[in-house]
Nanobody, 124 residues
Framework: VQLQASGGGLVQAGDSLRLSCAASGRTFGSYFVAWFRQAPGTDREFVAAIRWNGGITSYADSVKGRFAVARDLDKKNIVYLQMNSLGLEDTAVYYC?????????????????WGQGTQVTVSS
Protein backbone atom coordinates (compact mmCIF):
# COMPACT_ATOMS: atom_id res chain seq x y z
CA VAL A 1 0.00 0.00 0.00
CA GLN A 2 1.24 3.50 -0.83
CA LEU A 3 0.78 6.20 1.76
CA GLN A 4 0.81 9.96 1.48
CA ALA A 5 0.98 12.25 4.47
CA SER A 6 -0.12 15.85 4.20
CA GLY A 7 -1.31 18.82 6.23
CA GLY A 8 1.89 19.98 7.86
CA GLY A 9 2.83 23.60 8.16
CA LEU A 10 4.09 26.44 10.32
CA VAL A 11 1.92 27.27 13.31
CA GLN A 12 2.27 29.11 16.59
CA ALA A 13 2.44 27.49 19.99
CA GLY A 14 -1.05 26.67 21.19
CA ASP A 15 -2.46 26.29 17.70
CA SER A 16 -4.01 23.21 16.17
CA LEU A 17 -3.21 21.32 12.99
CA ARG A 18 -4.69 18.27 11.30
CA LEU A 19 -2.57 15.85 9.35
CA SER A 20 -3.94 13.37 6.83
CA CYS A 21 -2.63 10.01 5.74
CA ALA A 22 -4.15 8.69 2.54
CA ALA A 23 -3.71 5.21 1.14
CA SER A 24 -3.69 4.85 -2.60
CA GLY A 25 -4.82 1.79 -4.39
CA ARG A 26 -6.76 0.28 -1.53
CA THR A 27 -8.65 0.95 1.65
CA PHE A 28 -7.07 0.43 5.03
CA GLY A 29 -9.15 -2.66 5.72
CA SER A 30 -7.53 -4.62 8.55
CA TYR A 31 -4.48 -2.39 8.86
CA PHE A 32 -3.06 -0.55 11.81
CA VAL A 33 -2.12 2.97 10.82
CA ALA A 34 0.39 4.84 12.91
CA TRP A 35 1.95 8.25 13.11
CA PHE A 36 5.61 8.70 13.94
CA ARG A 37 7.65 11.85 14.11
CA GLN A 38 11.29 12.76 13.91
CA ALA A 39 12.78 15.97 15.19
CA PRO A 40 16.23 17.10 14.01
CA GLY A 41 18.98 15.11 15.65
CA THR A 42 16.64 12.59 17.24
CA ASP A 43 15.34 9.13 16.49
CA ARG A 44 11.95 8.63 14.96
CA GLU A 45 9.38 8.17 17.70
CA PHE A 46 5.90 6.74 17.91
CA VAL A 47 3.08 9.24 18.26
CA ALA A 48 -0.25 7.47 17.81
CA ALA A 49 -1.93 4.54 16.08
CA ILE A 50 -5.40 3.37 15.16
CA ARG A 51 -6.72 0.02 14.08
CA TRP A 52 -8.97 0.57 11.11
CA ASN A 53 -11.39 -2.19 12.11
CA GLY A 54 -12.87 -1.11 15.39
CA GLY A 55 -11.01 2.15 15.76
CA ILE A 56 -8.84 1.10 18.70
CA THR A 57 -6.28 3.81 19.37
CA SER A 58 -3.04 4.18 21.27
CA TYR A 59 -0.91 7.23 22.04
CA ALA A 60 2.50 8.17 23.23
CA ASP A 61 2.40 9.70 26.70
CA SER A 62 3.78 12.95 25.34
CA VAL A 63 0.69 13.57 23.20
CA LYS A 64 -2.12 12.04 25.24
CA GLY A 65 -4.94 14.48 25.73
CA ARG A 66 -3.65 16.77 22.97
CA PHE A 67 -3.57 14.62 19.85
CA ALA A 68 -6.31 12.42 18.44
CA VAL A 69 -6.07 9.86 15.66
CA ALA A 70 -9.24 9.09 13.72
CA ARG A 71 -10.53 7.24 10.67
CA ASP A 72 -12.50 8.73 7.82
CA LEU A 73 -15.31 6.17 7.67
CA ASP A 74 -16.75 7.70 4.52
CA LYS A 75 -13.60 7.62 2.43
CA LYS A 76 -12.18 4.47 4.06
CA ASN A 77 -8.62 5.25 3.02
CA ILE A 78 -7.76 8.28 5.16
CA VAL A 79 -6.53 8.52 8.71
CA TYR A 80 -6.21 11.86 10.47
CA LEU A 81 -4.01 13.10 13.27
CA GLN A 82 -5.65 16.04 14.99
CA MET A 83 -3.02 17.94 16.94
CA ASN A 84 -4.14 20.49 19.52
CA SER A 85 -2.24 22.70 21.96
CA LEU A 86 0.89 22.37 19.90
CA GLY A 87 4.16 23.16 21.60
CA LEU A 88 7.69 23.78 20.43
CA GLU A 89 8.48 20.17 21.29
CA ASP A 90 6.05 18.99 18.62
CA THR A 91 8.20 20.39 15.83
CA ALA A 92 9.19 17.44 13.66
CA VAL A 93 8.63 15.66 10.39
CA TYR A 94 5.55 13.54 10.82
CA TYR A 95 5.24 10.21 9.02
CA CYS A 96 2.34 7.87 8.66
CA UNK A 97 2.94 4.15 8.50
CA UNK A 98 0.81 1.05 8.15
CA UNK A 99 0.96 -2.63 8.94
CA UNK A 100 -1.44 -5.45 8.27
CA UNK A 101 -1.35 -7.13 11.64
CA UNK A 102 -3.78 -7.77 14.49
CA UNK A 103 -1.91 -5.77 17.09
CA UNK A 104 -0.58 -2.26 17.42
CA UNK A 105 3.11 -1.56 17.65
CA UNK A 106 5.21 1.42 18.65
CA UNK A 107 8.25 0.04 16.83
CA UNK A 108 8.91 1.62 13.46
CA UNK A 109 10.62 -1.51 12.11
CA UNK A 110 7.33 -3.37 12.40
CA UNK A 111 5.62 -1.10 9.89
CA UNK A 112 6.43 -2.04 6.28
CA UNK A 113 4.56 0.80 4.62
CA TRP A 114 5.52 4.45 5.02
CA GLY A 115 4.48 7.80 3.67
CA GLN A 116 6.96 10.51 2.73
CA GLY A 117 6.55 12.73 5.80
CA THR A 118 5.14 16.19 6.34
CA GLN A 119 6.89 18.97 8.24
CA VAL A 120 5.26 20.50 11.29
CA THR A 121 6.97 23.55 12.72
CA VAL A 122 5.71 25.22 15.87
CA SER A 123 6.98 28.70 16.63
CA SER A 124 6.78 30.68 19.85
Amino acid sequence: VQLQASGGGLVQAGDSLRLSCAASGRTFGSYFVAWFRQAPGTDREFVAAIRWNGGITSYADSVKGRFAVARDLDKKNIVYLQMNSLGLEDTAVYYCAARDAPGASTVEAEYPYWGQGTQVTVSS
